[in-house]
């Protein structure tokens, strides 16, 4: 059971490019969600989705995209990265998002926009 | 939305017992009281949860106040591997719309050997 799986671990990017980061899990969630975490701050919720062909936005959501074609993937992508992206983002996944159902978190991606 | 208040940080000696607070004068009669923890470099792991009694599990003891707009995360002996960010959310029941999980800045704590 891989649980929640985050791809790429670390990644550096140029101001303007474009990329996605991955994430995926096995366990048939059907919330799932990205956050990113700057130095020394809390998580800020940047796109969520309850089920596949349902997204929205959280409380940071410009500058980023997210799609849910299947129940197991959620990619984040910037389509135009700006050094202000620059932070971990974490995926985290959970059966709904109710009462006593666990949050699953992935390990992490660090970006860093130059 | 409820939300949670939570100290910024707080630090404990090694091997003390740990009394982390948070308040919820908001929460709903039938919101869930979660806890999870972020130790460096990682991301958030599941302590522990409940919705009215106290409760055990092998990581840590969460008391809810009789009125439950507070609740303590307690940790009996607080090891070196306990330094992290620990989070309190609130969470809504099965029979309530699908809101999203937002986390707040939580506490640091710190565990001085």
């Known amino acids: 059971n891989a649980g929640v799986t985050q791809t790429p671990k670390f990644q550096v990017l140029k101001t303007g490019q474009s990329m996605t980061l991955q994430c995926a899990q096995d366990m048939n969630h059907e919330y799932m969600s990205w956050y990113r975490q700057d130095p020394g701050m809390g998580l800020r919720l940047i796109h969520y989705?309850?089920?596949?062909?349902?997204?929205d936005q959280g409380e940071v959501p410009n500058g980023y995209n997210v799609s849910r074609s299947t129940t197991e993937d959620f990619p984040l992508r910037l389509l135009s990265a700006a050094p202000s992206q620059t932070s971990v983002y974490f995926c985290?996944?959970?059966?709904?998002?109710?009462?006593?159902?666990?949050?699953?978190f992935g390990e992490g991606s660090w970006l860093t926009v130059v | 939305d409820a939300k949670t208040t939570q100290p910024n940080s707080m630090e404990s000696n090694e091997e003390e017992p740990v009394h982390l607070p948070c308040n919820h004068s908001t929460i709903s009669g039938t919101d869930y009281i979660h806890w999870y923890r972020q130790l460096p470099s990682q991301g958030p792991e599941y302590v522990i949860h409940?919705?009215?009694s106290n409760v055990n599990n092998r990581m840590a003891s969460l008391a809810i106040a009789e009125d439950r707009k507070s609740s303590t995360l307690i940790l009996h002996r607080a090891t070196l591997r306990d330094a992290a960010v620990y989070y309190c959310i609130l969470r809504p029941p099965k029979n309530s719309g699908n809101t999203p999980l937002v986390f707040g800045k939580g506490t640091r704590l710190s565990v001085i050997a």
């Open positions: 985290a996944s959970s059966l709904d998002t109710h009462s006593g159902n666990t949050i699953y």
């Open positions: 989705s309850v089920g596949a062909g349902i997204t």
């Open positions: 409940g919705l009215t």
